[in-house]
């Protein structure tokens, strides 16, 4: 499975960016897929999720500021970030399986066995 992940930059508080991540064909179909995000020195964290049936879940730290979304046509899924601030400065990772398919708790790293090479995310206050 191929991950190609763009979109990150530089943003200011309040602001917004998208993020992409393209993936192998037929990938949203077959896969679950999420977001995870990983500051300096601290632990992965799960952003969002969204399975392949298109029901997305999300963490409480992002509620209503991130949509995550899926176009299957174009075997990408994006990460629409409102409301930036500072915290949410880190490197984001988009990550896919199918046995978390069947798995309620999405949130841990270890249940993803496809991961992208990451995309930076910085926010200034």
């Known amino acids: 499975l191929k991950f190609v992940e763009s979109g990150g930059g530089s943003a200011q508080s309040g602001g917004s960016l998208r993020l992409s991540c393209k993936t192998s064909a037929y990938a949203t179909l077959n896969f679950c897929l999420a977001w995870f995000r990983q500051e300096l020195g601290k632990e992965r964290e799960g952003v969002a999720f969204?399975?392949?049936?298109?029901?997305?879940q999300y963490a409480d730290s992002i509620q209503g500021r991130f949509i995550i979304s899926k176009d299957d046509s174009e075997n990408t899924v994006y990460l629409q970030m409102n409301d930036l601030q500072p915290e949410d400065t880190a490197m984001y990772y988009c990550?896919?399986?199918?046995?978390?398919?069947?798995?309620?708790?999405?949130?841990?790293?270890?249940?993803?066995?496809?991961w992208g090479q990451g995309t930076q995310v910085t926010v200034s206050s």
């Open positions: 969204v399975h392949r049936n298109g029901r997305a």
């Open positions: 990550a896919a399986d199918r046995r978390v398919c069947y798995d309620d708790a999405w949130n841990a790293p270890l249940k993803f066995s496809n």
